[in-house]
């Protein structure tokens, strides 16, 4: 493959109650569709919350105990990021009653789906489970209908889900990442040298993925 068709790498780290995490996915997407240049995405786990119990908690009630943010303050995120959202073709349907969830068993259904070439489906599906349903993320049942939407066969992502065989995997991953720096999400790490942090606007996107081909072509 020439440096004309090579993609460009990708590597993602991301949780998938992270609303600036889609953000990010749907402004690098533009910024592909925009600049024509191919990308290699892999997606990599990190859990804003890993000590979230079961039941989850009330979204403005986690956002105020852990960030102090005012009622008023998150309505205002909200409205925000809906309209981001919007812009990017994503859609964010927050609601008062709308609660936060442990992402754990997510990540392991995402790596799970990535020995079979499946984990970018279900990661996009995962985003849209939460965001836009509003559904629990941390149940099997939520899991292994994600899978089967995607293409996955539903019964086989719930058996490894309640064995928890994928477990060590993920904490292998996270640790990984933690340990070369990576302490907010959404991180991207370009051909794997360069680390973008936050969402930061389809024109940034392009320009590093121009950059980038440029660089290969050299």
Known sequence: MTAETQPIRVDIVSDVVCPWCAIGYYQLAEAVRET???????????????????????????????????????????????????????????????RMYNTFRAHQLIGWAEEQGKAHDVKLAL????????????????????????????????????SGGRAEQVRAKEQFWTSRGVQGVPAMIFERQHLVSGAQGEENYASILQQLKAAQAA
Do not use: C
């Not at 005012?70 to 349907?93: H, Y």
């Not at 049942?141 to 992502?157: F, M, P, Y």
């Open 127 to 162: 985003f849209a489970a939460f965001f836009t349903r509003r559904e629990d993320v941390s149940s099997i049942d939520v899991l292994a209908s994600v899978a089967a939407g995607a293409g996955l066969d539903g019964d086989t992502a719930r058996a490894m889900l309640e």
């Open 36 to 98: 024509g240049i191919g990308v290699d995405i892999r997606w990599h786990p990190f859990e804003l919350n890993p000590q979230m119990a079961p039941e989850g908690e009330n979204l403005r009630e986690h956002l105020a105990a852990k960030y102090g943010t005012t009622p008023e303050g998150s309505r205002q995120a909200r409205a925000r990021l809906t309209e981001m959202g919007a812009a990017l073709g994503f859609t964010f349907n927050y609601a008062d009653d709308m």
